[in-house]
Nanobody, 121 residues
Framework: QVQLVESGGRLVQPGGSLRLSCAAS????????MDWYRRAPGKQRELVAT???????NYADSVKGRFTISRDNVKNTMYLQMNSLKPEDTAVYYC???????????????WGQGTQVTVSS
């Protein structure tokens, strides 16, 4: 059994910063690509940022220069540092990871439960 648990979401003022965490646990053999997604009220889910197992990153245009994705492969944890936050960043943020488990040669996609980020004055 594999679990992803996000944390760090809260209410923050425009221009503020937050750091989200996503911790993976369970019978993990290896973690490949990891992503942050978000879903704003009334909108479709959006891919925010991706990080590969070797640390290559990619960002949505809407967050480039403001958000930084990173990971700690020893702790099986991914982070999203969010700076210069805007009201339009308000959303539930989800982590996704492609994980190989100890009992299978295949990798599977796992999702966290989401953490709410609200940017408002």
């Amino acid at each position: 059994q594999v679990q992803l648990v996000e944390s760090g979401g809260r209410l923050v003022q425009p221009g503020g910063s937050l750091r989200l965490s996503c911790a993976a646990s369970g019978s993990i053999s290896s973690i490949n690509a990891m992503d942050w997604y978000r879903r704003a009220p009334g909108k479709q889910r959006e891919l925010v940022a991706t990080i590969t197992s070797n640390g290559s990153t990619n960002y949505a245009d809407s967050v480039k220069g403001r958000f930084t994705i990173s990971r700690d492969n020893v702790k099986n944890t991914m982070y999203l540092q969010m700076n210069s936050l805007k009201p339009e960043d308000t959303a539930v943020y989800y982590c996704n990871a492609y994980i190989s488990i100890a009992t299978s040669p295949y990798e599977y996609s796992y999702w966290g439960q989401g953490t709410q980020v609200t940017v408002s004055s």
